[in-house]
């Protein structure tokens, strides 16, 4: 049982900064910020969860059981991660790739402290057991000073996992699967990395954030691993009977100029190659609701959207089904996880070849991070344009990718790669 407060904010983003810096005193906090992208399935602008009461970490070994066991006994608030490598507990694959962070391969925990953001108001919710700290915290958080963080001054040498011409080499392989019919599409990643190098996660999050100001920022502390993320990705969510799942698979630059900026999303959006990338995943996306959905219920509610963030345009789509009350909320996830637009089609097949092709282990990367609401109900992202960093292994690592064709030309693959990888760049560099 949970004790609820209600508490207005004259000014909202100030208090935000606050608590963020406060909840660094935890081991375990999970931040999820929409920077205000109010849509018709948003449910909060933002929520705070931290200090864990219970938690579940574990492989993949039977992780989706392990999963539906701990959220239907827990039956309140639970926040946590699905890595990529979960694939592992689903089909029969492996993930044998260099791993440089080390982060467990499922993680979940029942906050003592949660503080939901609509508008003007947050919600507080704390834990009976920790109940009584409510009006202390509220003192402590108004009294952490406005000054963020101190600026790491620490220089970052970023390197390459997989250079310029094994790229094209590989980018090559994976059409050469493609010309043989063993897949349509595969999303290839690679790996930019730091070793021996410090950071300060807040900062490097709140400089990311500022550049990015993505619908699902994400950051994650979990002991001395950390998660700074500029998602611009929902993989699914929960909402009573109705699923909604919105696939990314386009991309294109910005522009200063206006007239320009208005041109690259137009073409954007009448690119066959970026239509035919987007298109193929809402078709697994299709594929993968109707695990769970009621006959007749799947739909597509909008196809190849152009929507604009700060850094690039990206090509949305909207899939929709209705599940029955019997359908247990972690079943959904392990008919549809890994999401499409990270993986491809067929999505077996593809990601055998992504394992073959990639030289390092996924992890959180292409995963994803959420919650389950007390009632089943469940909102998660998909984790891309993110910061990953291990603080006792002084490793710092960000992965991007791009979704391979028939139409693929290796060299604009790699050039959508730097695109992507840019905001991340900038914030360890600068």
């Known amino acids: 049982m949970r004790t609820k407060v209600q508490h207005s904010l004259k000014n909202p983003e100030d208090f935000k900064k606050q608590l963020l810096l406060w909840a660094q005193q935890f081991d375990d906090v999970v931040w999820l910020d929409s920077n205000n992208h109010k849509d018709k399935y948003s449910s909060y602008d933002a929520i705070l969860a931290v200090d864990a009461f219970t938690s579940l970490k574990t492989d993949c070994f039977d992780a989706f059981n392990r999963l539906q066991e701990y959220q239907t ?24 790739n260099f791993d440089g962070l080390d982060f467990p391969e499922l993680y979940f925990f029942q906050p003592k402290k949660l503080f939901l953001f609509r508008d003007n108001q947050v919600e507080i919710q704390y ?31 970023i390197k390459l996992r997989i250079h310029k011409d094994e790229y094209f080499e590989k980018a090559n392989k994976m059409l050469a699967h493609i010309q043989r019919g063993d897949i349509y599409e595969a999303n290839f990643c690679q790996e930019f990395y730091a070793e021996d190098s410090t950071i300060n996660p807040l900062e490097t ?28 990705e929902r993989y699914i969510k929960r909402d009573g009977e109705k699923l909604i ?9 910005r522009s200063l100029d206006s007239a320009e900026d208005k041109t690259l999303a137009e073409n954007l959006s009448k690119d066959e190659k970026e239509r035919s990338e987007n298109i ?8 993968d609701l109707s695990h769970t959905a009621l006959k007749g219920s799947v739909k597509v509610e909008e196809l190849c959207k152009v929507y604009s963030f700060l850094q690039v345009h990206q090509m949305i ?13 972690v079943d959904v996830l392990k008919t549809t996880f890994p999401m499409g637009s990270m993986t491809g089609a067929p999505k077996i097949s593809a990601m055998k070849i992504i394992e073959n092709l990639e030289d390092t282990k996924r992890g959180l990367y292409s995963g994803s991070v959420g919650y389950f609401r ?20 002084k490793y710092i690592s960000y992965s991007v990718g791009s979704a391979i064709t028939a139409k693929s030309d290796p060299l604009k693959e790699y050039e959508e790669c730097l695109i992507k990888a840019k905001a991340m760049r900038e914030v360890l560099e600068n």
Do not use: C
Request: no cysteine; glycine share 2%; aromatic share 8%.
């Open 73 to 96: 006994t827990t039956e309140d608030w639970i926040f946590g991660y699905l890595t990529y490598d979960l694939k592992n507990a689903i089909e029969t694959l492996t993930s044998n």
């Open 245 to 253: 799942s919105q696939p990314i698979k386009g991309t294109a630059k």
């Open 374 to 393: 007390p009632n089943g109900d469940f909102d998660f992202n998909v984790v891309i344009r993110s910061i990953l960093y291990n603080s006792i292994k």
């Open 317 to 329: 789509s909207t899939v929709t089904s209705k599940v029955s009350n019997d359908v247990k909320p």
């Open 280 to 287: 193929m995943i809402v078709d697994l996306v299709r594929n």
């Open 205 to 232: 999050f709140h400089k990311l954030n500022t550049i990015s100001k993505p619908p699902f920022a994400t950051f994650l502390k979990m002991e001395h691993k950390y998660l700074m993320s500029a998602s611009p």
């Open 127 to 157: 834990l009976k057991v920790v109940d009584d700290e409510i009006e202390e915290d509220l003192i402590s958080i108004d009294a952490v000073t406005s000054v963020l963080v101190e600026k790491s001054e620490d220089s970052i040498k």
